[in-house]
């Protein structure tokens, strides 16, 4: 895959180009035998590597300050 880098990527990357082939080498599989779980297979894949860039990407969830009653005198 010339889209991934390699070199920042280290082993994420291989994975990734590994995971890719699989799912062109089922694409292939189901075009060549009209066969629709092999697309089940990559859609299920997909679903869940989208889910994960999500999750990566997704800004970092706030959190709200302690904001306990601190009761306030007023009396001189």
Known sequence: MLSLDHTAGGELSRNLVELYAYMQTRLIDANTNQADPPLAEVERL??????????????????IADTSYVPVSCVL
């Open 46 to 63: 997909l679903t869940t590597l989208a889910d994960a860039w999500r999750a990566a990407t997704a800004p970092p969830a706030v959190t």
